[in-house]
Nanobody, 120 residues
Framework: QVQLVESGGGLAQAGGSLSLSCAAS????????MGWYRQAPGKQRELVAA???????NYADSVKGRFTISRDNAKSTVYLQMNSLTPEDTAVYYC??????????????WGQGTQVTVSS
């Protein structure tokens, strides 16, 4: 089995910064794409940022230039540095990892979610 533990988040003022991390543990062969999603009240969950095993990144237009996703493969951890926060960034943030349990089988896992609240 695999467990994901998210940490970070909390409350920030507009213009401030927060960081998130998501660590995977358990039966892991390797990790493909790692990503962060968010869901605001009354809205659908949306992709915020993703990073492939090769280090290529993809960002939602709304966070480009403000958020940075990174990963530490040795620690099976993905990070999200969030700068210049706005109230529109308020949401529950979830990490999503595509984890290879063996060389031939991968499965998607979600973190438990962490609240990010940005006050104006």
């Amino acid at each position: 089995q695999v467990q994901l533990v998210e940490s970070g988040g909390g409350l920030a003022q507009a213009g401030g910064s927060l960081s998130l991390s998501c660590a995977a543990s358990g039966s892991i062969f390797s990790i493909n794409t790692m990503g962060w999603y968010r869901q605001a009240p009354g809205k659908q969950r949306e992709l915020v940022a993703a990073i492939t095993s090769g280090g290529s990144t993809n960002y939602a237009d709304s966070v480009k230039g403000r958020f940075t996703i990174s990963r530490d493969n040795a620690k099976s951890t993905v990070y999200l540095q969030m700068n210049s926060l706005t109230p529109e960034d308020t949401a529950v943030y979830y990490c999503s990892l595509d984890i290879k349990r063996t060389a031939y089988y991968s499965e998607g896992y979600w973190g438990q979610g962490t609240q990010v609240t940005v006050s104006s």
